[in-house]
């Protein structure tokens, strides 16, 4: 097995964080561009009423959710 080189762990690390960030960022800036608003997607529940609302974003929480197991498991298969 081979030894881990502390600084060559410590800057992939900080690449992916950096790329991480930087597609968020991305997102963020494009958002108001998209087709879609996350956290406004069609099938969130919202119920309103006369003295408050309430409001659950189930599909967006469970779009999330995808992307992100799928963006992990990919991080998780590039270290292997």
Do not use: N, Q
Request: aromatic share 8%; hydrophobic share 55%; proline share 5%.
């Amino acid at each position: 097995m081979r030894g881990m080189d502390p600084a060559r762990e410590a800057g992939r690390w900080l690449l992916l964080t950096g790329l991480l960030l930087a597609v968020v960022g991305a997102v963020l800036l494009l958002g108001a561009r998209l087709p879609f608003r996350l956290g406004r997607l069609p099938g969130d529940i919202v119920i309103e009423g006369k003295r408050g609302s309430f409001y659950f974003p189930i599909v967006t929480c469970i779009v999330l959710s995808i992307v992100l197991t799928v963006a992990l498991r990919l991080i998780a298969w590039l270290r292997r």
